[in-house]
């Protein structure tokens, strides 16, 4: 499970800020969190913020991270490596980028992370907290001088010479077989981001649980729970048009006193509303997300759905019973409705927020103070607060009536 995410000099965020998924110690909704070896790991987060203020850049630090690491072994030595440093500040603009990744597995705690610019790898280090001794074990650390590998780690030293200024010293491991590289590999593998406006390239994950009878359940299960005003839906064997236009939904027929009459088929494209359409289309992730026990991060989750809607999606995930595996879903949103929902803990609430040299801030409700140095309380009216602008994070609006 994902515990914690770190990045520093990257787009908005110019200091190191780092987000966590480890529960605090507070008392309210226990079953938002599943206890992992002896961490305590929540279900779901939720990140607020006015618009530019670094929500979706977060999201894209993680992609950015991820998608470094698993294409590490494929680019040249020539590659650039397409990192954009915060570009408001004379110093970091030229400066590298920080990005560090913590995780649960298998018992055992996994801390990753790499400093680069364009051309090269600054920095790569990788330390396991081992479950039995419960000390942190260094495997390997990279400067530019080299890398240096432990003598618990010595399965990796002959390969040290093989590893390119721009590449990543762990994916080449990956590939050379060795065990601790596949574990931390596959858990960069098990990491979904989705956008919640750009939902529509979501449907190819749709598509491929369709093939598979357990997870075809799943999906028709998840979609009947939310109610969306069709009975089931059908999808047609015709394989000259797209998946998406193959989508039939099953509507009920009335006469006039009320009695059901037959049953009437609608495209789900052409019929539907865009958030129908867009919960057909994230299905699969979600669906595929809680069988597997992976990490989702969707980019506006709320776009085109109500309120209602959204809050049945977080609620699949911080309830045991429909999330077993101990799935992890992270999301921003504008809706503040979810603040009076009663479905997140203080330690699941976040927040970006810009400062007046434009960078951004990153911090949880739990850790949030008021002017006063007081912390706040788990009865407060959350939605109420924020609209209000306690805890920042929302836009500044001059008057536009004298304007």
Not at 74 to 93: A, C, G, M, R
Not at 149 to 158: G, I, L, P, R, T
Request: glycine share 6%; aromatic share 12%; net charge negative.
């Amino acid at each position: 499970m994902l515990l914690e995410f770190t990045v520093g000099n990257f787009l908005s965020f110019k200091e190191k800020k780092t987000f966590s998924l480890e529960a605090g110690s507070i008392t309210e909704y226990k079953d938002n969190y599943v206890k992992d070896g002896r961490f305590k790991v929540l279900r779901s987060a939720v990140i607020y913020g006015a618009n530019s203020s670094g929500k979706s850049n977060f999201i894209k630090a993680l992609d950015f991270m991820v998608t470094t690491v698993r294409n590490s072994s494929k680019i040249n030595s020539t590659d650039i490596l397409n990192v954009k440093p915060f570009l408001l500040n004379n110093k970091t603009e030229r400066s590298p980028s920080y990005f560090e990744i913590l995780f649960t597995r298998y018992g055992d705690r996994f801390r990753y992370g790499f400093v680069l610019d364009n051309e090269k790898i600054h920095e790569e280090w990788l330390y396991v907290l081992d479950r039995n001794s419960k000390k942190e074990v260094l495997f390997f650390i990279r400067n530019l001088d080299g890398i240096g590998v432990a003598d618990n780690f010595e399965e990796a030293k002959a390969f040290v010479e093989n590893t390119r200024d721009n590449g990543l010293f762990l994916p080449l491991l990956d590939q050379l077989n060795i065990e601790v590289a596949k574990k931390i590999m596959r858990n960069f593998a098990y990491i979904f981001i989705q956008s919640g406006v750009e939902h529509e390239k979501s449907i190819n994950m749709t598509y491929l649980v369709h093939q598979d009878e357990s997870y075809d359940a799943i999906v028709e299960k998840f979609i009947s729970r939310l109610n969306l005003g069709f009975k089931s839906f059908l999808i047609e064997s015709d394989s000259d048009i797209s998946f998406k236009k193959r989508i039939n939904t099953i509507h009920n027929v009335f006469d006039d006193k009320g009695n059901k009459v037959g049953e009437k088929e609608f495209k789900l494209v052409d019929h539907e509303s865009s958030g129908t359409n867009k919960v057909f289309d994230i299905s699969g992730h979600i669906a595929f997300t809680l069988h597997l026990g992976l990490q989702l991060f969707i980019d506006e989750l709320d776009a085109k759905l109500h309120p209602i809607l959204t809050q049945e999606i977080i609620k699949l995930f911080n309830n045991p019973e429909t999330n077993p595996k101990n799935a992890q879903l992270i999301f921003t949103t504008h809706d503040t409705n979810l603040l009076g929902a009663k479905l997140f803990r203080r330690d699941q609430i976040w927040f970006t927020e810009k400062d007046n040299c434009e960078a951004s801030d990153l911090y949880s409700l739990l850790e949030f103070k008021d002017e006063d140095g007081n912390t706040v309380r788990k009865d407060r009216s959350f939605e109420k607060d924020y609209i209000m602008g306690r805890y920042g994070a929302i836009p500044y609006i001059s008057n536009f009536q004298e304007i």
